[in-house]
């Protein structure tokens, strides 16, 4: 039964795979037998990272310039999965959020990840291979002062349907859409918003889940591996909350 869930024979790049859910998904894709490319924009972490797993490599790259991500790909011979996780956050609501900032965020979360899919495309279409998208609950329903982040995780989301109904027959897309998770981008988020009463904030992010604490990186890596999997075979397009009962709510 656990052959199903084997990533043997196969080779899985991941994008922000240097810390948190992506590097998370990285180990587990490796266990799984999968050999793992890990990029990320902090080189010296996915080295360091690709270092401690088998068959691991690792790229430099920052997925909003096109030429690093053409590169990139140029040292790519195969391809069986394209993970984007990559991305970065935001606080604010539309009068708060400047112009630059809501463009940075795009360029990131959704320029990068159209980058990224758009020079994997060739060698997944090869391989009858997988897109899974790291999205989030909040391109689903609206959360208080992420007007930008809303933005562009409901665009990362409505392109992984489109990629499904372009390219049914030749590739899955899917995405996940994770409430809030106990990683490095929560806490750069408190570092930078709630650097003075960080534990009221972080107790607050707990209860934002009914379930009553934030979820974990390895929570999400393992739904990853079930969707990139065999066992997923028949699984294209869909869009999978994780978030401990946020949006059921």
């Not at 998904?25 to 080189?43: S, Y």
């Not at 930008?148 to 990629?163: E, F, P, W």
Request: hydrophobic share 45%; with cysteine.
């Amino acid at each position: 039964m656990s052959d199903v869930f084997r990533l043997d024979g196969q080779t899985a790049l991941i994008t922000g795979g240097a810390s948190g859910i992506g590097e998370a998904t990285a180990r587990l894709f490796a266990e799984a037998g999968a050999k793992v490319v890990i990029v990320d924009v902090d080189e010296a972490r996915a080295k360091a990272c690709a270092a401690s797993l088998p068959e691991a490599v690792s790229f430099g790259c920052d997925i909003t310039d096109e030429s690093q991500v053409a590169r990139l790909f140029a040292s790519i011979q195969t391809l069986n999965i394209l993970v984007n996780c990559a991305g970065i956050g935001l606080v604010g609501n539309v009068e708060e959020t400047a112009a630059a900032d809501f463009q940075r965020l795009f360029r990131v979360n959704v320029d990068g990840t159209y980058l990224m899919t758009k020079a994997a495309l060739p060698l997944l279409r090869k391989a009858h291979g997988n897109v899974l998208n790291i999205g989030s609950v909040a391109g689903l329903v609206g959360v208080k002062r992420r007007f930008a982040y809303c933005a562009t995780k409901g665009a990362v989301i409505a392109m992984t349907r489109q990629l499904a109904v372009d390219y049914p027959t030749e590739i899955r897309a899917n995405c996940i859409a994770p409430g809030t998770v106990d990683s490095p981008f929560v806490e750069g988020y408190l570092e930078k918003y709630h650097s003075h009463e960080k534990e009221k904030v972080r107790a607050e992010l707990n209860q934002r889940q009914p379930i009553g604490r934030l979820g974990r990186p390895d929570e999400i890596a393992k739904l990853a591996l079930y969707i990139c999997s065999p066992a997923a075979e028949f699984m294209n397009g869909s869009i999978v909350t994780l978030d401990g009962g946020w949006t059921a709510a």
